[in-house]
């Protein structure tokens, strides 16, 4: 098969949950623990960094694999969904699986595909487990899909654990409270294996100290370790200065992931590095220093808070749930503009009404849709708005509605497209 029929077949063989939603989703191990059991338990032989979270654990896993990168380490990164390509969910230092590589995996394994009937995320986990394996990587960060426990990634047995942060997502699959979606990311937790939590939660803590007691798991709290003790922006650039309680010096960094609510994954992303170190992995300051102020270079990541265009400025974030929204609204106080511009579109099965209830009613709309079965029309969107006071245009495609901001918008505008992860690739893929 050519790379464009292996991605079709891939495609049309294999349920998946970006496009169509809970049907996808197949849980439990026998179908993972099989594909890698026919590849040789490539799992097994891999030094993995197993991140879970609400928000923020692709940015964590990018940061931490561009750190691992810059100190030397051939670094594995696996992460999902893609934005644009495929291929970005499997990478070596910052490079994308090669086609062919995509291509020899699929005729290897395509007859256990055609026994076991794996879902679409299933493939790519056993495809990245054996690619890194191939590449003898010293390091490969492992983002999970969904929750934690019943995550096919969480066949692994990791170094350490992270867990970034807990917020309502996915709730018909993790459940409708915070301490029930973290004990799903608490899955994660394994014995003897420290577990690095990114915020201290009333709701969510007890579960996590249960969870690391039971499993004899040391557990380590990063915003009681690090504290945040100012930041600016600085031609573009998000500085943090950063104090910790053995140290009068603050440590300052530049991140080139420049929304504010980056701040909180830095402290995440520092007390997994000082983890780490206490294992004596080699991470040097300037290591750390030069991973987090080349994130997207080094790692490729996209999406969060990007500028793609000035005079007006257009920001893709890709920012899809409360916790998150609640982020790139707190990052617009932040922003000077004359008027916003909002390009949203979501997927059917996010609280719809309670993001729309946290949107700006002064902002002018545009109502849009990703190209895919889950998304939400466009109409209905719209409709849902109406009632909240949000008004605007209704456009079947994202770069039709991007183009129409263009067209309204002053050159000291600001337009945000957001809602959607599917909505900012299809972005991506058209300006790219």
């Known amino acids: ?39 040789g338990a490539p799992q097994t032989k891999l030094t993995c960094i197993h991140i879970a979270g609400t928000n923020g654990k692709g940015s964590v896993s990018h940061m931490l694999a561009s750190i691992l990168q810059s100190q030397g380490y051939k670094t594995g990164l696996y992460t999902s969904p893609h934005l644009t390509d495929f291929r970005e969910r499997v990478k070596v230092n910052g490079k994308m699986i090669g086609e062919q590589d995509v291509v020899a995996f699929i005729e290897k394994i395509r007859p256990e595909i055609e026994r076991v009937e794996p879902s679409f995320f299933e493939i790519t986990v056993a495809l990245a487990f054996d690619h890194f394996v191939k590449e003898k990587v010293d390091f490969a960060v492992i983002e999970t899909g969904l929750g934690g426990r019943l995550d096919s990634t969480n066949i692994i047995r990791p170094v350490i654990s992270v867990i970034t942060n807990i917020g309502l997502d996915h709730v018909q699959l993790l459940g409708d409270t915070l301490p029930k979606i973290a004990g799903e990311k608490a899955g994660i937790i394994k014995e003897k294996v420290p577990v690095v939590i990114g915020e201290t939660h009333p709701e969510t803590a007890p579960v996590f100290i249960k969870k690391a007691a039971e499993e004899q798991a040391p557990i380590y709290f990063a915003d009681q370790v690090f504290h945040p003790e100012s930041w600016y922006y600085q031609d573009d650039a998000l500085v943090a200065e950063v104090s910790k309680p053995d ?20 402290l995440t992303v520092l007390e997994t590095c000082r983890q780490l170190r206490q ?6 300051e300037a290591a750390i220093a030069k ?3 080349h994130t997207k270079k080094l790692s490729g990541l996209h999406g969060r808070w990007e500028t793609i265009h000035k005079n007006p400025k257009i920001i893709l974030d890709v920012a899809h749930n409360e916790d998150g929204m609640r982020q790139v609204l707190n990052q617009l106080e932040l922003t000077p503009y004359r008027k916003l511009h909002l390009v949203l579109g979501m997927v059917k099965d996010k609280d719809i009404d309670k993001v729309l209830s946290l949107l700006p009613v002064a902002a002018l709309y545009y109502f849009t849709q990703a190209n895919l079965p889950r998304a939400l029309p466009a109409g209905e969107l719209a409709e849902k708005a109406v009632a909240l006071q949000l008004k605007g245009s209704i456009w079947p495609d994202v770069n039709a509605a991007l183009d129409a901001a263009k067209a309204q918008a002053h050159a000291d505008d600001l337009i945000l497209v957001c809602g959607s992860i599917f909505l900012v690739g299809e972005v991506r893929g058209h300006s790219s």
């Open 1 to 39: 098969m050519t790379y464009q029929q292996t991605l079709d077949y891939i495609y049309a063989q294999l349920p998946m949950f970006s496009r169509v939603g809970a049907v996808a989703i197949k849980t439990g191990f026998e179908n993972i623990n099989a594909l890698c059991s026919f590849l």
């Open 247 to 266: 140290s009068v010096d603050h440590l300052r960094y530049q991140l080139e992931l420049s929304g504010a609510y980056q701040v909180k994954n830095l």
């Open 279 to 284: 294992m004596n992995i080699a991470l040097d």
């Open 291 to 293: 991973g987090i102020a």
